[in-house]
Structure formats: structure tokens, C-alpha cells
């Protein structure tokens, strides 16, 4: 029996029921010029007039154009440029409109990555109340993630002194921190009889690196927006639906909760296009 084992066969009462209580392309080809001139409000298309998110940022006149091309870059709204040249606009308003989907984003990403982590932490905390403080958890994390779980603990150390708990270490520490839990490498440790004791909306047969893969595509996704790229023509419908999956398998409930009030959808159909 390994050290892991070990741990893993530790007893500490009934396992908490999900989260704990503080959870709450079509491109290929090179970029086209963009178009020139003023574009009226009648050659944009805008299929869904109640999504206030897109109105009022697009379609832009002359003026506009010359003062998003000063601010952001020729080269930076060129990566625009094709796209909007296909849908006959100018490339700053496909620029606008995918600023608007990312934002459309922030609230299934939020609540996947939060819920994610938190539900991870309620199987931790199963197995040791102190377990950043476990020598047999401890020696499973690679030097790197020791090492920030250790700069995390003095972090949140300095900020709350004595009170502070593993608690505070959920949100200091990073999604990649939490992810790495999920690998098979961590199964006995955290999932020794699969992950659905934890995360209660998995499918039966979900095993921890199907939980790893589906927070990978999410983190990535998170990533990208966080960096400000271009994501209209990179499967953002895909990406959403890991996003509610994700949700989902934490709780089924708040998955359905989030995606009768998140506008990602009704953003995509918001494309810009010429009439």
C-alpha cells in the first residue's frame, strides 16, 4: 500500500454533498482590406433588438472607424478584416461585436471555474480539513505547484493572519492548480469511487480525466478572453456548451439557472451583416 493509498483509505465522516457552503471557422484565408466609408444604421443586420449588449456599439460611421484604428491598431482590426469583408461591414464593427461576446461570456465562465474549484475543494476537505498542511498531498504536487500552493498559503496568511483557513487558498489559487487535481494521478487521493460523489451531474461513467479535458477546454477559452483575442470564429457555441456542462455536473440546477439568463447565444445571432 502506497503513501497515496493510504490517505486515500482515511476516513473522516459523510462525504459533503457537492460543493461546500461557499460555493454560490470558416477562415483560411488571408485578411481582406477592410471597408471604407460610413456604414448607416440599415446595412447592419440586428436579428435580436432586446440583447442590449450589442446596441449601441455597432454599426460605426467614418469617425468611429478612424478613432477604434488610432486607439487598437491597423494590425490588431485587420485579424478582422475578412470576416467583416464577407459580411459586408467594416471590420470595426466585427471587432465591436466580438468584444460583446466575450462579455456575454463572463457569466457562464464565472460560475463554471468557481463551482469547479469549490466542488474539487469539498473533496479535499473530505479527506483532511487541513489538507494544504497533508504530507501525503503534499508530495503528490509537482515543484511548481508546490510551490504556489505554498506562496498562495503566505499570501492569504499576510491578508487575514490568524484567520486564515484553506478556505481563503481556493480563489488565491490558480484554475491550472485546481485542474491538476483532477488528473489520474489524484484519483485515489480525491476520487478513489469516481467523481460523481462530488460532482453530483456527471454522467455515471465520467472518470476524473474526462473532468480534466472538460476544464482544459473551459480554462483555455477563459484564457483567451482574459487576453483579449478574437473568439467569433473559434466555436464560441461549442465552448459555451463546455461551459454549462461544466456548471452542470457541480449542479444540474444552476447549469439551467445560467443558461436562461446568459445572452451568449442571442450575442452570436447579434452578428453583424450587411442587409
Not at 1 to 10: F, L, S
Not at 27 to 36: I, L, W, Y
Not at 225 to 234: E, G, L, R, Y
Amino acid at each position: 500500500m502506497t503513501a497515496g493509498d493510504a490517505w486515500a483509505g482515511k476516513k473522516l465522516g459523510t462525504a459533503p454533498v457537492g460543493p461546500p457552503p461557499d460555493l454560490v471557422q470558416r477562415r483560411g484565408h488571408e485578411p481582406a482590406e477592410a471597408p471604407h466609408g460610413n456604414l448607416p444604421v440599415s446595412h447592419v443586420t440586428i436579428n435580436s433588438p432586446s440583447s442590449d449588449m450589442v446596441q449601441g456599439l455597432f454599426p460605426t460611421d467614418l469617425t468611429d472607424q478612424t478613432l477604434l484604428t488610432l486607439g487598437l491598431s491597423d494590425p490588431r482590426l485587420q485579424r478582422f478584416a475578412a470576416a467583416a469583408k464577407d459580411d459586408g461591414v467594416a471590420r470595426e464593427d466585427t471587432y465591436l461585436w466580438n468584444l460583446a461576446l466575450a462579455e456575454s461570456f463572463h457569466l457562464p465562465l464565472h460560475m463554471a471555474e468557481v463551482t469547479c474549484r469549490n466542488t474539487i475543494h469539498s473533496a479535499l476537505l473530505f479527506r483532511d480539513p487541513a489538507w494544504h498542511k497533508n504530507r501525503i498531498f503534499r508530495q503528490e504536487l509537482s515543484a511548481t505547484l508546490l510551490r504556489d500552493l505554498d506562496q498562495a498559503v503566505a499570501d492569504e496568511t499576510d491578508k487575514h493572519g490568524d484567520a486564515m483557513t484553506c478556505h481563503h487558498l481556493v480563489s488565491a489559487l490558480s484554475f491550472g492548480f485546481w485542474q491538476y487535481l483532477a488528473t489520474d494521478k489524484m484519483k485515489r487521493l480525491l476520487f478513489p469511487k469516481g467523481i460523481k460523489k462530488n460532482f453530483k451531474g456527471a454522467p455515471d461513467d465520467a472518470k476524473p480525466h474526462d473532468l480534466y479535458n472538460l476544464i482544459e477546454s473551459v480554462r483555455l477559452w477563459r484564457n483567451r478572453i482574459a487576453h483579449h483575442n478574437a473568439i467569433f470564429d473559434k466555436g464560441p457555441a461549442s465552448k459555451y456548451q463546455d461551459a454549462l456542462k461544466l456548471i452542470s455536473w457541480t449542479s444540474v440546477d444552476l447549469g439551467n439557472w445560467v443558461s436562461k439568463r446568459c445572452k451568449v447565444n442571442q450575442v452570436i445571432n447579434n452578428r453583424p451583416r450587411s442587409s
